[in-house]
């Protein structure tokens, strides 16, 4: 059974910075692709980053430039450093798991984590 459990949020001050750490377990022998997603107050889940078979990572266009996203595979763990953070970065962070990368869709991902928070004060 795969198990995906975030840490990291908090609450930090406008231009602060956070990092976000996903530690997948059950996922020994197989390969899972694991993206980090947000969903912000009333607003839908949106994918964030996440990195394709052939190590292309892939961003949401308003956080290209302040976020990366990084794997340790040994550790199956996946992290999102968030620089210069702004208040509409405020949200719940999830990472999703599949054996099929999808990309920045949230839909077809079958595995969730239970979500960690990241405020943003003005």
């Known amino acids: 059974q795969v198990r995906l459990v975030e840490s990291g949020g908090g609450s930090v001050p406008a231009g602060g910075s956070l990092r976000l750490s996903c530690a997948a377990s059950?996922?020994?022998?197989?390969?899972?692709?694991m993206t980090w997603f947000r969903q912000r107050p009333g607003k839908e889940r949106e994918g964030v980053a996440g990195?394709?078979?052939?190590?292309?990572?892939n961003y949401l266009d308003s956080v290209k430039g302040r976020f990366t996203i990084s794997k340790d595979d040994a550790k199956n763990i996946l992290y999102l450093q968030m620089n210069m953070l702004k208040p509409e970065d405020t949200a719940t962070y999830y990472c999703?798991?599949?054996?099929?990368?999808?990309?920045?869709?949230?839909?077809?991902?079958?595995?969730w984590g239970q979500g960690t928070q990241v405020t943003v004060s003005p």
């Open positions: 990195i394709e078979d052939s190590g292309k990572i």
């Open positions: 059950g996922v020994a022998g197989n390969r899972y692709f």
């Open positions: 999703a798991a599949d054996r099929i990368y999808y990309g920045l869709r949230a839909a077809p991902y079958d595995y």
